[in-house]
């Protein structure tokens, strides 16, 4: 158990529909950071919250991609009209301020069919 | 954007053989860090340089920052079955966020 749950750990769904995703950080991270990897790639960076703050977000994420982190806690990660591409395994990764190193949950795989 | 290369991609080693994997920054990072995924899991953290020219070593393994800042490499002595996984690297410049590497791919075989 590393800390970081995420809910679901598999989601399947039609091109077009939204679909949300849940991230439980470890308790007493203040930051958390969305990342999204396919298969022989790298963890590609999405987004990141200090506290409720969301601080940063690739320039390459499409607007269908909405983060949020209400209250500083818990956070989710809402695709809209998914798409074919956005199949992937979707990390959640928590952090302290002046700590090293990402904590990460075990994913929530998205297919798009 | 921030680019993070490393090399090789894949790397099949006899148990007990030595195996490094290099990483290179298109921009000069204020510090690097190293991360383990094991075939079906998640990234799990190693370790982080932040110091020109760093080294820091864990049993076996051995990171290091180069002068330049634009460089790392792990290299592992040895290695066992359990060492077996995908190693990247994850380099950050002036911002929070860490940008992961492409990876290299270990097999060890027994």
């Known amino acids: 158990d590393t800390g970081v749950s995420q809910d679901p750990r598999h989601k399947i769904t039609k091109r077009g529909q939204n679909v949300t995703f849940r991230c439980d950080p470890i308790?007493?991270?203040?930051?958390l950071y969305w990342y999204r990897q396919t298969l022989g790639q790298g963890p590609e960076f999405l987004t990141y919250?200090?506290?409720?703050?969301?601080?940063?977000k690739s320039r390459l994420l499409s607007d269908r991609f909405s983060a949020e982190r209400p209250k500083g806690s818990f956070s989710t990660l809402e695709i809209q009209r998914t798409e074919q591409g956005d199949s992937a395994m979707y990390l959640c990764?928590?952090?302290?301020?002046?700590?090293?190193?990402?904590?990460f949950g075990s994913g929530t795989r998205l297919t798009v069919v | 954007g921030q680019q993070v290369m490393q090399i090789p991609q894949y790397q099949h080693v006899q148990e007990g053989e030595d195996f490094t994997t290099y990483c290179n920054s298109s921009t000069t990072l204020s510090n690097i860090q190293w991360y383990k995924q094991r075939p079906g899991g998640h990234p799990v953290f190693l370790i982080q340089l932040v110091k020109s020219g760093e080294v820091k070593k864990q049993k076996r393994l051995t990171f290091q920052f180069g002068e330049a800042k634009k460089n790392s490499s792990l290299h592992i002595t040895a290695t066992q079955t359990t060492d077996v996984g995908t190693y990247f690297c994850?380099?950050?410049?002036?911002?929070?966020?860490?940008?992961f590497g492409t990876g290299t791919s270990l097999t060890v075989i027994p």
């Open positions: 308790s007493e991270h203040n930051r």
């Open positions: 919250f200090q506290n409720e703050a969301q601080l940063e």
């Open positions: 994850a380099g950050a410049n002036t911002g929070n966020q860490f940008y």
């Open positions: 990764a928590s952090s302290f301020v002046g700590t090293y190193g990402y904590t």
